[in-house]
């Protein structure tokens, strides 16, 4: 940016803000994809334990099962290979299933989790058929995970094209400076330019943020 729009890397330190928000918006990125695959990771996992509750295990049975049925699909070093390997150790130590689910949703902080647990510890205390509460709720969760994908597989092409698009403004000037510097050094070295290309700046920052808020959709 120092280059692009200033011609020189004096004003580095003045881009340490944008550098974070930057970094910001990366970091938080890289977590919404983790939390994805580890959403996908326990769709599946559920998915395992309302078939063995169909099966006629308990609870306490399902979840160990569970964690046996994804132990192909997922390396040991995964989180939720981590989180059964740990559930199915708590069990053994005669901790509820109640606590033990409890316990998983405070460690991941996934609202997903955090339903499917306070479904059923609601199902347990009031009496209701518990098997078929998490069934039911295994099916509404997995539609919702479902649904996240379709919506990011639809979205998908436009988030490259909105990357290609922010790199479109540097390769044009970049393109510019080398093949027309004569016509842009007006912008270069004088209070006017520097004007200028703060204004385009700061209305590419802007551009860059609005994006960002059309291509992420929650369900």
Known sequence: ?????????????LFIPVWMFYMRDWIEDMSKKKEAEFRGQFRDSIQAMASVLKAGYSVENAIREAGKDIAPMYGRDTRIRKEYDRMTHQLDMKMTAVSVLEEFSERTGQEDVENFVNVFA???????????????????????????KEIETMIASRKLEFNIMCAVPFAIILYMKLTFGEFLSVLYGNPAGAVVMTVCLGIYLGAYRFGRKIICIEV
Request: hydrophobic share 40%; charged share 20%.
């Open 1 to 13: 940016m120092c280059y692009v729009f200033y011609s020189s890397f004096a004003a580095v330190p």
């Open 122 to 148: 609601a199902s347990k205390i009031s009496g209701g058929d518990s098997i078929a509460v998490i069934r039911n709720t295994v099916r509404i969760i997995s539609d919702k995970i479902d649904t996240e």
